[in-house]
């Protein structure tokens, strides 16, 4: 695996599916004015957001400075596992909101220990950057699942109607 290209892409792609979630929020200013609609807008940028900004990091240490990326890794899943999981306790009894954001967070939570104890991914016979981005794919599976949910139900605004 050419680490470096793989967060090249994965970054890049990562960037484009924020933008494409705010276009699709513009288009949805009652998304906005409610509190609760609001926080999950947020969730899902931030689904997208933390692992554009991990694949730079990633990108910026390499395997050369593992350092650079293992602290980022750590400190963004924080957020990200912190953020997810104040959004699972407001869920609404929609089991597969409720299972896709445990998912999420135990993947940051996943993402943080191995950025942390790096020695861990030999255990699957994996450098540890390796693995970051196997979570990280994960972590956007579930972020578009969310996106999917969200679009399909949710947060349609005729759904009231």
Do not use: K
């Amino acid at each position: 695996m050419n680490v470096s290209t793989f967060y090249a892409l994965f970054s890049t792609t990562c960037f484009t599916l924020v933008g494409l979630w705010w276009s699709v929020v513009q288009s949805h200013t009652d998304w906005m004015r409610d509190r609760a609609q609001r926080r999950v807008v947020g969730g899902i940028y931030l689904s997208f957001l933390l692992p554009a900004a991990m694949g730079l990091f990633a990108q910026v240490g390499g395997i050369e400075q593992p350092r650079i990326w293992r602290s980022a890794f750590i400190l963004l899943s924080v957020i990200g596992c912190a953020c997810t999981l104040r959004l699972l306790a407001r869920a609404r009894g929609d089991r597969f909101i409720t299972w896709q954001q445990a998912a999420a967070a135990l993947l940051y939570a996943l993402i943080a220990v191995v950025g942390a104890f790096p020695e861990l991914a030999r255990h699957v016979r994996l450098r540890p950057i390796q693995a970051e981005a196997l979570m990280l794919i994960g972590l956007v599976i579930l972020a578009h699942a969310l996106v999917w949910r969200y679009m399909a139900g949710e947060g349609r605004a005729d759904e009231e109607a």
